[in-house]
């Protein structure tokens, strides 16, 4: 019984100095064990800032020069570095085969030109032939109807016994001879119209399909000596040079490279959160290193619809207007001017960055910090919008905030 005792009053005393601990504790806190903070009421307002986009000069387009002739260069008039302008001749390819295609179309042209005027000679010669066989026939049809009609009546009168049997025959004879006579003049007849159809066809043929062909043949010589000659497509500095003169041009292949100058620009990405800031057509000023007292004129021509990443980088396009001192490679930054959207705006040493994730302290009127997650707008060298969060008119720690917690009691320093 007495150990049970001694147990309990031990278990006691060690509560009671523990008790007594605790309130010593909370008694004893001073204005020592506070963090000193200075504070900041949060005020809604807009920001605006400056992104600065590097990169360098870049053509705006680039032209690749080709010959649609195979053959030998003669002339090469344009070298790497050279400015040229649309419609510029700058490479001339060996002419003399085609020259000699095209007298051989052109003999064949008039070949074909020669030979149907034969054939139509050979026509009205066999018109005319058809013409006389025609009148040969029916001189011989009269005839041979004058002979069946004598036939017939010195038949009669051989019937009647008024006539002899030699004149009989001699009737019949005459009828036979007018009959080859007439079957002669049809076959004639009929020659004459088989020569007017030949001739006919052959005329057909040479003003046809043989005059078309060498027509044919002509005219893709004629584009080809056209192609011989090979000029600029457009104004800008040939970047590059493929040939030589006495080298032979395969066609298709880029013989020079033309870079259009006259609009440069820079490429670059920009995070997702400015995106919408941002507008296709926006003025913005370009700062050249080679010319650092100068400044020029830019306008985003693209803003990419893909972001290029999975970390929400999307690429940018800025064109920049070339007075005529700027190339290609130069070193350019582009200075993109931002307006955020409405928010709550306070200092940027007002936030901590904790695992991927943005806080504000705000400090109640008992002097306690509360932690508080945050959205983030835009955001410049010394101030920050935050679009979530926090609302205007509360006070918020912008010193000391890595050394804050949730729940830390402060002391609001001036």
Do not use: H, W
């Amino acid at each position: 019984m007495k150990g049970y005792i001694k147990r309990f009053l031990a278990v006691v005393l060690m509560a009671g100095l523990a008790f007594d601990l605790s309130g010593c504790s909370i008694k004893t806190q001073s204005s020592s064990d506070k963090i000193p903070v200075k504070v900041m009421a949060a005020s809604s307002g807009k920001l605006n800032s400056t992104i600065v986009v590097n990169g360098s000069l870049t053509p705006n387009k680039y032209a690749d020069v080709s010959s649609k002739l195979a053959g030998q260069v003669i002339a090469v008039n344009a070298d790497v570095g050279d400015k040229v302008k649309a419609g510029q001749l700058l490479v001339q390819i060996d002419t003399k085969e085609l020259k000699a295609q095209l007298q051989q179309a052109d003999a064949s042209i008039a070949m074909a030109n020669k030979q149907a005027e034969a054939a139509k000679v050979s026509i009205q010669a066999a018109q005319q032939n058809v013409e006389a066989a025609e009148i040969k026939v029916n001189s011989a049809k009269v005839s041979l109807d004058d002979a069946q009609k004598n036939y017939d009546r010195v038949k009669s009168l051989y019937d009647a016994g008024a006539a002899s049997q030699s004149q009989l025959d001699a009737a019949d004879t005459q009828l036979k001879q007018a009959q080859n006579q007439y079957n002669a003049a049809l076959n004639q007849y009929e020659s004459a119209k088989t020569q007017v159809n030949n001739a006919q066809k052959q005329y057909e043929i040479y003003t046809g399909p043989a005059l078309q062909q060498a027509e044919a043949a002509k005219n893709v010589v004629q584009v080809q000596m056209t192609n011989s000659d090979i000029y600029a497509p457009l104004d800008g500095i040939v970047t590059n040079r493929n040939i030589q003169p006495g080298e032979l041009a395969t066609a298709g292949t880029p013989l020079l490279t033309i870079a259009e100058t006259s609009t440069l620009k820079i490429e670059g990405t920009i995070n997702e959160d400015i995106v919408p800031l941002l507008r296709v057509g926006q003025k913005v000023p370009v700062v050249i290193d080679a010319f650092p007292d100068k400044q020029f004129q830019g306008v985003i021509s693209q803003i990419g619809p893909v972001a290029t990443t999975t970390g929400q980088i999307f690429p940018i396009e800025i064109a920049v207007t070339n007075p005529g001192e700027l190339k290609p490679g130069m070193t350019a930054k582009a200075m993109l001017s931002l307006t955020g959207y409405e928010g709550i705006v306070v200092p940027v040493s007002a936030l901590r960055y904790e695992s991927g994730k943005t806080y504000v302290f705000t400090i109640d009127n008992k002097g306690i910090a509360r932690k508080r997650v945050v959205t983030l707008g835009l955001q410049n060298e010394k101030y920050v919008t935050i679009l979530e969060g926090l609302s205007a008119g509360e006070r918020v720690a912008v010193t000391n905030v890595n050394a804050l917690y949730d729940k830390a009691a402060v002391t609001i320093i001036k």
